[in-house]
């Protein structure tokens, strides 16, 4: 059996392949090594009753998170899986490879990730280049789900957010400034918790001050990723992830603006990654 996981800070996505009936999809809480330890990684899978009966008979698990383009990192996650699957060999790569490897397979070309966070690379059709990107949501992830809330929540602390617009945002979320420090400089996943105010950025999205800060964000990501890579317009771009995915047409806008050429842009790619490591990992095995 090979399991394979595809990891945001948010959310992670899992399947299973079974070899006599159809695969076996589960998702759990984002389990990226820079927010949640080895214990908590290992405890969340331990209460995923999907999993559990097969924990002694996988043998392969893949997976791909933020947060694991370090090998400490990585070291992290591979420790708490072989917790949970003690017979089975363990990969642990970043989601950014993942992404590339559920866009492009064996193709090469610039693959994107925004969603919680942002970052780029390119992909050669087998490895991914060094990057200067991908830095966090305190000094990068520009056009991301925490870089958006960060805007937001700051002109509403500030109150340069437009009256009409703050009044909605009062309406839905009732919240203080001691609320917001709280969760931002005291609990876990504060960038899931900036980006989580995207919903209400898709619910506005016909405001002016809304539209115009999606093409800032995505503009900023555009220029300080995409355009550093030499002769960008010759290389398609494929981009994965919830945030370039419901507001698809303000990227797909500041991208054309710039000559950038856009590719798939895929809500989260483990479907596609998945069916790409297990056709790889059987035709090796054969």
């Given at each position: 059996?090979?399991?394979?996981?595809?990891?945001?800070?948010?959310?992670?996505?899992?399947m299973?392949?079974?070899?006599?009936?159809?695969?076996?999809?589960?998702?759990?809480?984002?389990?990226?090594?820079?927010?949640?330890?080895?214990?908590?990684?290992?405890?969340?899978?331990?209460?995923?009753?999907?999993?559990?009966?097969?924990?002694?008979?996988?043998?392969?698990?893949?997976?791909?998170?933020?947060?694991?383009?370090?090998?400490?990192?990585?070291?992290?996650?591979?420790?708490?899986?072989?917790?949970?699957?003690?017979?089975?060999?363990?990969?642990?790569?970043?989601?950014?490879?993942?992404?590339?490897?559920?866009?492009?397979?064996?193709?090469?070309?610039?693959i994107?990730?925004?969603?919680?966070?942002?970052?780029?690379?390119?992909?050669?059709?087998?490895?991914?280049?060094?990057?200067?990107?991908?830095?966090?949501?305190?000094?990068?992830?520009?056009?991301?789900?925490?870089?958006?809330?960060?805007?937001l929540?700051?002109?509403?602390?500030?109150e340069?957010?437009?009256?009409?617009?703050m009044?909605?945002?009062?309406?839905?979320?009732?919240?203080?400034?001691?609320?917001i420090?709280?969760?931002?400089?005291?609990?876990?996943?504060?960038?899931?918790?900036?980006?989580?105010?995207?919903?209400?950025?898709?619910?506005?999205?016909?405001?002016?001050?809304?539209?115009?800060l999606?093409?800032?964000?995505?503009?900023?990501?555009v220029?300080?990723?995409?355009?550093?890579y030499p002769?960008?317009?010759?290389?398609?771009?494929?981009?994965?992830?919830?945030?370039?995915?419901?507001?698809?047409?303000?990227?797909?806008?500041?991208?054309?603006?710039?000559?950038?050429?856009?590719?798939?842009?895929?809500?989260?790619?483990?479907?596609?990654?998945?069916?790409?490591?297990?056709?790889?990992?059987?035709?090796?095995?054969?």
């Amino acid at each position: 059996m090979i399991l394979v996981a595809d990891s945001g800070s948010s959310r992670s996505d899992w399947m299973l392949h079974l070899p006599d009936s159809k695969p076996l999809r589960f998702s759990t809480k984002g389990l990226n090594p820079f927010f949640v330890s080895e214990k908590e990684i290992a405890t969340i899978l331990t209460e995923v009753p999907e999993i559990i009966p097969y924990t002694k008979e996988v043998k392969e698990v893949y997976f791909f998170g933020a947060g694991c383009s370090t090998p400490d990192r990585r070291e992290i996650v591979s420790n708490a899986l072989t917790q949970i699957f003690p017979a089975s060999f363990i990969s642990v790569e970043s989601d950014l490879l993942g992404s590339a490897y559920a866009t492009f397979g064996l193709e090469k070309g610039l693959i994107s990730n925004i969603g919680t966070g942002s970052d780029i690379s390119f992909y050669d059709g087998e490895m991914l280049s060094p990057s200067l990107h991908g830095n966090g949501y305190v000094l990068g992830d520009e056009g991301s789900g925490a870089w958006f809330g960060k805007q937001l929540i700051t002109a509403y602390l500030y109150e340069t957010m437009p009256r009409d617009l703050m009044r909605k945002f009062k309406e839905v979320h009732p919240i203080t400034k001691d609320i917001i420090i709280r969760h931002v400089y005291q609990k876990d996943r504060p960038n899931a918790y900036l980006a989580s105010f995207a919903e209400f950025m898709s619910a506005n999205i016909s405001h002016p001050y809304i539209d115009n800060l999606l093409r800032n964000g995505f503009d900023e990501f555009v220029r300080t990723n995409i355009m550093t890579y030499p002769e960008f317009w010759e290389h398609e771009c494929h981009f994965v992830g919830g945030i370039a995915y419901y507001f698809d047409l303000h990227l797909r806008e500041v991208c054309n603006l710039h000559g950038v050429r856009i590719g798939k842009i895929l809500k989260n790619p483990i479907e596609e990654l998945f069916h790409f490591v297990v056709d790889r990992e059987l035709k090796i095995n054969i």
